[in-house]
């Protein structure tokens, strides 16, 4: 099992930009994805159960980043748009194969499988 983000890179404050997860070696039930600038803590972003349909954003991404699944390729992606200083950090996307409680989806610890990051860094 292997997912493998790209789509990193630097844009303008403003700006956006699209990552993606590719994954193979199975299909999971539930994906996320976090962030982590330097000096501070992993950052829960968007996560997508998939039975039931069931998404979470934290506050700070809300309205700007959109998380979605394309099942053909199976590969998750993050559009993130209206982008700030304040999201330059790197990005992962993770996957489990259980169908997370809504109030589960935010914590990272709940998640097995990891990519290995995407750098995006924010001019302004």
């Known amino acids: 099992v292997q997912l493998q983000a790209s789509g990193g890179g630097l844009v303008q404050a403003g700006g956006s930009l699209r990552l993606s997860c590719s994954i193979s070696?199975?299909?999971?039930?539930?994906y996320a994805w976090f962030r982590q600038a330097p000096g501070k803590e992993r950052e829960f972003l968007a996560g997508?159960?998939?039975?039931?349909?069931?998404?979470k954003y934290a506050d700070s991404v809300k309205g700007r980043f959109t998380i979605s699944r394309d099942s053909a390729s199976n590969t998750v992606y993050l559009q993130m748009n209206s982008l700030k200083a304040d999201d330059a950090a790197v990005y992962y996307c993770?996957?489990?194969?259980?169908?997370?409680?809504?109030?589960?989806?935010?914590?990272?610890?709940?998640?097995?499988?990891w990519g290995q990051g995407t750098q995006v860094t924010v001019s302004s």
């Open positions: 997508r159960r998939l039975t039931g349909g069931s998404t």
């Open positions: 993770a996957a489990d194969s259980r169908s997370l409680i809504f109030a589960a989806l935010d914590r990272d610890d709940q998640y097995a499988y």
């Open positions: 070696g199975r299909t999971f039930t539930t």
